[in-house]
């Protein structure tokens, strides 16, 4: 099952940020809050693999309390689905099982992490999916907030990128982690911006999920790349 993560430290000028969870690639942890004085949650570095079941991404953690009492809460993960058919499965627009971007919470919290894509496998004797796109990515992680400003939303996988990396939301001292792609040339989840003195840390991204297929995809557009098990 998916890692029990602690959220990140409350602090009123300045919440740690939250952790992106872990499932087939790792998260990336939050960042600290108020120049490194409330710690971050840290993402777990234990992927589960392949499932043996049909298995749902996994949430992020929450964003460490500010000094408006709002948390910003973890992102959801993807969801599971499967696909079968008897003789033939075409498939010839998105399909999307990512994980969720969190919202944001109050002045000086801590930026909440992301969830990570889910699971989405395909059987039948023959698939076809070249005009199809098939989605399994993290999100990316809120930003904290400071003590005038709200923590902004990470942001959901893009079906218009689908292989890019879903960015993380801009807090007062840069960015959060963006969410994993699951391709070697993206890169995976990344770990949140700490905040300076009176800043919340950004949240880390969501992990990738996972997708099987029974054939080889010809001409399909993937991320995380395809497992193929006969």
Known sequence: G???LTDGADRSSG???GAGSTYITVGGSGGAGDNAQANPSIASNTVLGAPSILHGGCPGSKGGTG??????GGGNGGGAIYLVAGHT?????????SGAGPVPGGHATGGAGAGTGGTLILYAPAIFAASGTLMANGGGGAGGGDSNTNG????????ANPTTQAPGGVGPNGPSGSGGAGYSTMGGATIGMGGNSGE???????GAGYIRSNVMLTGATTSPAVDVVP
């Open 2 to 4: 998916c890692a029990s």
């Open 152 to 159: 902004s939303n990470g942001n959901d996988a893009m079906i």
């Open 15 to 17: 919440g740690g940020g």
């Open 67 to 72: 000094s408006s009492g709002a948390q910003s």
């Open 89 to 97: 499965l075409t498939i010839s627009s998105v399909i999307n099982a």
């Open 200 to 206: 919340g840390g950004g949240g880390g991204g969501g």
